[in-house]
């Protein structure tokens, strides 16, 4: 049975990566978190509901959504995973990937690989895998805790590397006027000479 209405265009990129055409995949207008949370509710009570990887604690929740350089940004937890999402709003940056296929996105903390997902109810979206299975948490008020902390890490900058005595030395300074770590100290002094 061909159904040529249901079939997605789609577009050969660099890298030999297959996209499905942009005009399947309208931007989410308003924040979709509650449409993220309902499609996750629904599948955690049909498809996932007696899965040995659920974890019977928790439930679907969204606990941070924002607008991220004109996409949707956000953690998901789930009983079964914890994860970060891109969903597409009115940027354009985002692309409907075959599910599977990956894309990478760059944050102020670094670069990280989504992979490409589509459910009925909420179209394509991305998604990067935090903690699966998610038996550490014995609480709803935990998982949460840690989507908010790993969404917060993501949008932070890097800290700066601790000053090293090289380093100092490298940049004209002197060596000598660097705190000596433990370390340093045992293995023979601040470049490590003593291995």
Known sequence: MDLPELRRP????????????????????????????????????????????????LSVAVPAMQDWLGEWLGVLVTPWTVNLVILPGPGGRFRAIEVGGAQWWDFPSGRYEFLGHHEDGLGHYQSCSLLSPVFEFATQAQAEAFARAAFDALLAAPLPPPASAEGARLAGGSALAQPLSRRDFLLGGPFGGGR
Do not use: D
């Open 10 to 57: 789609q577009v050969q990129v660099p890298g030999g990566q297959r996209l499905v055409s942009a005009t399947t995949c309208p931007p989410h207008a308003c924040n979709p978190q509650p449409l993220l949370a309902a499609c996750f509710a629904r599948i955690a009570a049909t498809r996932m509901a007696a899965l040995p990887v659920v974890n019977p604690a």
